[in-house]
């Protein structure tokens, strides 16, 4: 496609349910990124894949937090047993190498009601 | 730890009046600094990247700079539609992570 694509836009989510965020990176890019964004912040750096290698998950707040990117395209971010705290913008990059610039979806809003 | 703060934190201008953003930065060798713009409701748009001191990159009404220490985003006469959140970015050591400042919201009036 032409950019990033994530889905849902918009997810609500009773506390405690499990949630999936999907991410289509840009065609033939390597990188992948997602990062959380709370109103008014910047982006909060969660985890990093290389294809489908997952080389930095330093950023995700809690062992609830899991994300995937088995044949090296489409990556999920998973959210079990989501608390009030996990309210936030999700929002995925791709970058056609390691270091170059990288490009956002649109992000979907997360909120635990 | 790899540290971005950029002031101010917001910024009112009327149409046609230049001013600056600032991004300060602390990382353990830098291997790149990026401009985003953020529009709300959307994700961050890429507008440059920068990797030595001195290096300067120019768009539109944009021209963003570099030293050792910060950068600067110069927005020359701007015009409303150059409303927007703008965030600063480096990569550090950390070659998989992109470390945020919290942004300058921009508004400018007609």
């Known amino acids: 496609g032409a950019g990033v694509s994530q889905s849902p836009r918009y997810k609500v989510a009773k506390r405690g349910q499990d949630v999936a965020l999907r991410c289509d990176p840009i065609?033939?890019?390597?990188?992948l990124f997602w990062y959380q964004q709370a109103l008014g912040q910047g982006p909060e750096f969660l985890t990093y894949?290389?294809?489908?290698?997952?080389?930095?998950k330093s950023g995700l707040p809690s062992d609830r937090f899991f994300a995937e990117r088995p044949e090296g395209s489409v990556s999920t971010l998973k959210i079990q047993r989501t608390q009030q705290e996990d309210s936030a913008v999700y929002l995925c990059?791709?970058?056609?190498?390691?270091?170059?610039?990288?490009?956002f979806g649109q992000g979907t809003r997360l909120t635990v009601v | 730890e790899d540290q971005v703060t950029q002031s101010p934190e917001a910024l009112r201008l009327q149409e046609g009046e230049s001013s600056s953003l600032n991004c300060s930065y602390t990382?353990?060798?830098?291997?790149?600094l990026f401009w985003y713009r953020q529009d709300p409701g959307k994700g961050p748009e890429f507008l440059f990247t920068?990797?030595?001191a001195g290096e300067e990159k120019e768009k539109e009404r944009l021209k963003a700079t570099l030293t050792k220490k910060e950068s600067f985003l110069h927005i020359t006469a701007p015009k409303p539609e150059d409303s927007a959140t703008y965030l600063c970015?480096?990569?550090?050591?950390?070659?998989?992570?992109?470390?945020f400042g919290a942004g300058t919201q921009v508004v400018v009036t007609p």
């Open positions: 920068l990797y030595s």
């Open positions: 990382v353990s060798g830098l291997r790149g």
């Open positions: 065609s033939g890019h390597v990188s």
């Open positions: 894949f290389q294809n489908e290698a997952q080389l930095d």
């Open positions: 990059a791709s970058s056609p190498t390691r270091g170059t610039e990288a490009f």
């Open positions: 970015a480096v990569h550090g050591d950390s070659w998989g992570k992109l470390q």
